[in-house]
């Protein structure tokens, strides 16, 4: 049986409401979020402790949440009439800076629930184990000297399987995992750009552990050079001191900033050194290319398929593994209709007759393939590979063989 913290947890909630209570008489709105974020995860806590009562301490851990990335702003002058675990004397509608042209933003809108494992992602073991590493250091107790990397740069051609590791991450260690996509929360939120940031990383960390997954990262990282919006600069600035607090505190949540990119070169000297850990997602190789294979046809009788074959063909043809995946979809497709060459004809079935009857199937056979091959081209060419190669070298993670 687990033992039962809800009593400690409850006076160290009374503290932290007191504090905090304190903090607003003093209109110090940053230590009043400071109280609010540790009173709304020690209410997430409490709701684990006691079933009976989850609804109302989460319900109470959601507007500490609010408090704490700004989405309400304390205000000095009200009382305190409430219990000891809700929030207390908050102006509910108040935005920060009582500009109505401000948009609100809610960083819970980034997070997405993540069902990739690392079994789903074929090859790359490498990267694999030093991403695994990276995570578990960050969780493991150890001596202070030991700073865990608090950001990993994935780079790496289109389709090479870099938001799949960053969600296979997440997956594993059931992390909240925030998917931010640069270029478009920055056209979407333009203006309210650093509050962004900091409403983003307090969210996450109230959700901890948590993984903040940057993707198409050199829309903003590259921000500060010449003709770039204002916009992006201060998320950039934003971003860099962020990530910087929390190299420096030391902490028992796990927040992790993963970020992706196809153009490693166009990112800036001061964002790369915040990325020290900078991984290469290469195109498959050919055993990899296999394992793509076999996971994209899964369920279906391969024993007849050259794989061996097919790698190399992938292999040769710069195949990255969303290529890889398209390539099945088409042979599939292309034995179902040999299959079924009447399927449009049941169109007009009615839904429930069409739950009776059973697509036809057969092995996959390399034939079906040929055709896929034919009209499926990667858009790299061998320079491209080179500049990846070349920027690798330099900049890349060195492999510890
Ligand atoms: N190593 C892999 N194993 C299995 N499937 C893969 C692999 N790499 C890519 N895929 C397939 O390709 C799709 C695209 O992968 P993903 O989105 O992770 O690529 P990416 O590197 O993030 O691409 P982009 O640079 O365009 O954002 C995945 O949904 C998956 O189906
Ligand atoms: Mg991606």
Redesign the pocket.
């Known amino acids: 049986m687990g033992i039962d913290l809800s009593g400690v947890l409850s006076t160290e909630l009374k503290k932290n409401v007191e504090e905090y209570k304190k903090a607003r008489s003093k209109n110090d709105i940053g230590e009043c979020r400071d109280n609010a974020h540790a009173c709304a995860v020690l209410c997430y806590q409490i709701a684990e402790q006691q079933p009976a009562f989850r609804d109302k301490y989460i319900a109470n851990a959601k507007k500490w949440e609010n408090i704490a990335t700004g989405k309400i702003t304390p205000s000095s002058g009200s009382h305190n009439k409430n219990s000891s675990s809700g929030p207390v004397a908050v102006k509910g509608s108040e935005k920060n800076s009582g500009n109505s042209s401000e948009i609100d933003f809610d960083a819970s809108s980034l997070i997405e629930t993540s069902s990739v494992t690392w079994n789903?992602?074929?090859?790359?073991d490498e990267v694999k184990r030093l991403v695994k590493e990276t995570v578990v250091i960050a969780g493991l107790k150890k001596p202070d000297a030991i700073k865990p990397w608090k950001g990993i740069l994935l780079f790496?051609p289109?389709?090479?399987?870099?938001?799949?590791i960053a969600a296979a991450a997440a997956g594993s260690l059931h992390a909240t995992f925030f998917n931010v996509k640069s270029d478009r929360v920055l056209s979407k939120y333009f203006g309210e750009s650093s509050k962004l940031i900091s409403s983003l990383y307090e969210t996450a960390k109230v959700k901890a552990p948590s993984i903040i997954f940057i993707?198409e990262f050199d829309a903003l990282g590259s921000a500060r050079g010449e003709g770039t919006s204002e916009a992006s600069r201060k998320v950039l600035s934003s971003l860099l001191i962020e990530l910087d607090g929390l190299q420096n505190k030391k902490s028992d949540h796990l927040l992790l900033s993963m970020a992706?990119t196809?153009t490693p070169w166009d990112l800036d000297t001061a964002v790369l050194s915040r990325f020290p850990r900078r991984i290469f997602?290469t195109l498959?190789d050919e055993i990899?290319c296999r394992s793509?294979i076999q996971?994209n046809t899964v369920g279906l009788d391969t024993s007849g398929l050259d794989l061996p074959g097919l790698g190399r063909r992938c292999v040769e043809k710069l195949y990255?593994?969303?290529d890889i995946?398209n390539l099945c979809q088409q042979a599939i497709w292309n034995m179902i209709h040999d299959k079924n060459p009447r399927m449009d004809e049941l169109a007009d079935l009615p839904f429930n007759e069409l739950k009776n009857r059973v697509l036809n199937t057969r092995e996959l056979i390399n034939s079906d393939f040929e055709e896929s091959f034919e009209r499926i081209h990667s858009p790299l060419n061998n320079d491209d590979l080179k500049q990846y190669n070349t920027w690798n070298d330099e900049y890349g993670e060195r492999s510890q063989c």
């Open positions: 789903d992602i074929g090859g790359l790496g289109p389709g090479t399987g870099k938001t799949m993707d992706a196809n997602v498959p990899s793509i996971i990255s593994g969303r995946q």
